[in-house]
């Protein structure tokens, strides 16, 4: 499908319940919940943009990999995994046991897509940007308390489809 067919509902329940971005590096899978992210279009190809704050086990497995997949719930029946892939860290649990979650293969990239969600992303990582504290507006720096200002995963959705 196209990659703007489904991004109203895409990003509302991105938004509203969150999603997984998985990441596969080397023989290490994991995957964490996310709730902000872009659809867009550049460079004449359709993106994904995923942020990743650099605390993150996600960060250290997805700065040198090659792709990473999202993958959307559109109803609460993943709730609770989503609740646990969001609260804990793939460094000290394994998140398909612990969040009763399957890795499933994907159609065209090597990180593996979460089963039984209802749409999906396969993002090929063609650039990576961070965002800079000092261009920052006040009002948003409430986001960072901590200083621990995101990675910017621009992937390229070379796939995507609904279940
Ligand atoms: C609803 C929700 C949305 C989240 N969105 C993000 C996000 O966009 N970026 C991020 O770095 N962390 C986000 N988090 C936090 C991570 O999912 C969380 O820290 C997770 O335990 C990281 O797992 P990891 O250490 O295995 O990578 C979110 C958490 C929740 C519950």
């Known amino acids: 499908?196209?990659?703007y067919e489904d991004m109203a509902s895409?990003?509302?329940?991105?938004?509203?319940?969150?999603a997984f971005l998985t990441v596969k590096n080397n023989n290490v899978v994991n995957t964490m919940t996310i709730a902000w992210g872009y659809i867009g279009y550049s460079w004449n190809k359709p993106f994904f943009v995923a942020m990743v704050r650099p605390q993150r086990y996600t960060q250290e497995l997805i700065k040198?990999?090659?792709?990473?997949?999202?993958?959307?719930?559109?109803?609460?029946?993943?709730?609770?995994?989503?609740m646990i892939c969001g609260t804990k860290s793939g460094r000290h649990i394994d998140k398909?046991?612990?969040?009763?979650?399957?890795?499933?293969p994907s159609q065209k990239v090597e990180s593996p897509v979460v089963d039984d969600c209802d749409m999906y992303y396969e993002?090929?990582?063609k650039y990576i940007d961070?965002?800079?504290?000092?261009?920052?507006?006040?009002e948003l720096k409430v986001n960072y308390p901590s200083d621990d200002y995101h990675y910017l995963y621009y992937g390229e959705i070379v796939e995507c489809?609904?279940?």
Do not use: H, W
């Open 130 to 138: 961070v965002l800079d504290k000092e261009k920052f507006p006040q």
């Open 96 to 104: 398909e046991k612990e969040a009763n979650i399957k890795f499933l």
């Open 1 to 3: 499908m196209k990659f």
């Open 10 to 18: 895409a990003m509302e329940n991105l938004t509203k319940r969150g």
């Open 64 to 82: 040198d990999a090659k792709d990473y997949t999202i993958s959307i719930p559109y109803s609460d029946k993943m709730k609770e995994a989503l």
């Open 161 to 163: 489809y609904k279940k």
């Open 123 to 125: 993002c090929n990582i």
